[in-house]
């Protein structure tokens, strides 16, 4: 079943001793739409340090997640100081420290073998991982039809065992209730980080005719299978 991003942000990290933070964002890969990172806000524990942690090694736990390493380690694990975007160096010294095997190594997404998305263009950061990106950040952002304006991102949903992203939610309404709508990852044409705004291989009409969504309803194998099909997307994955 797939889940909002609220699921994860905010809930509180324990290490094997103690508290290490909380959960302020989850980094993706906008070429597969798999999430590489929690970023970790350690508060006055570790002041103006921010931790990135493999989402696959914290275990829900009540209303938090835990994961297994110790308050010293997280302390004594490499450190960038600098804010977004994070350096693949980074990351693999990351890897190296806790002994952990990379993402880049292989591992498979949620329902099966999820089909390559070709790399997004638009607006590049100057450093760092090119591909990587901030859920929180891309969270209002416009939505655009191949003619027009239609919304914003309202959410995205994920799948909480393989941290893939298989749908994006989207509201057509700019800050106003409106029709919601799920779309695929494979319809993005393009990010665009300085003007907020990702744009969807289809139409306004096609967006509005598409199957409505009510956040009550649970997501699950057989929905995201009829949305692909809905979409004309492959669905032998799912």
């Given at each position: 079943m797939l889940r909002k991003s609220a699921f994860a942000l905010g809930r509180s990290i324990e290490a094997t001793d103690g508290p290490i933070g909380t959960v302020t964002?989850?980094?993706?890969?906008?070429?597969?739409?798999?999430?590489?990172?929690?970023?970790?806000?350690?508060?006055s524990w570790l002041t103006g340090r921010r931790v990135l942690l493999p989402p696959n090694q914290l275990t829900p736990a009540g209303e938090g997640f835990t994961v297994p390493l110790t308050c010293q380690q997280v302390k004594d694990s490499p450190s960038e100081e600098t804010d977004m975007p994070v350096s693949r160096r980074h990351e693999a010294q990351l890897f190296t420290y806790y002994q952990w095997d990379p993402?880049?190594?292989?591992?498979?997404?949620?329902?099966?073998?999820?089909?390559?998305?070709?790399?997004?263009?638009?607006?590049?950061?100057?450093?760092?991982?090119?591909?990587?990106?901030?859920?929180?950040?891309?969270?209002?952002?416009?939505?655009?039809?191949?003619?027009?304006?239609i919304g914003h991102v309202a959410d995205l949903l994920i799948d909480p065992q393989l941290w893939s992203i298989p749908l994006i939610e989207i509201a057509t309404r700019n800050w106003l209730p409106g029709r919601k709508v799920l779309l695929a990852p494979g319809l993005v044409d393009a990010l665009d980080w300085l003007e907020r705004a990702v744009s969807f291989r289809r139409t306004k009409a096609e967006i509005e005719a598409a199957p409505e969504y009510d956040p009550s309803m649970t997501i699950d194998r057989d929905r995201v299978r009829a949305l692909y099909s809905h979409y004309g997307l492959p669905t032998n994955w799912i």
């Open positions: 964002d989850l980094l993706f890969d906008d070429a597969s739409w798999t999430i590489r990172w929690a970023v970790v806000d350690t508060g993402y880049w190594m292989g591992g498979a997404p949620a329902f099966g073998a999820m089909p390559f998305i070709p790399p997004i263009v638009g607006d590049q950061p100057v450093a760092g991982d090119e591909h990587l990106r901030s859920i929180v950040r891309l969270k209002d952002y416009i939505v655009r039809a191949t003619d027009g304006e």
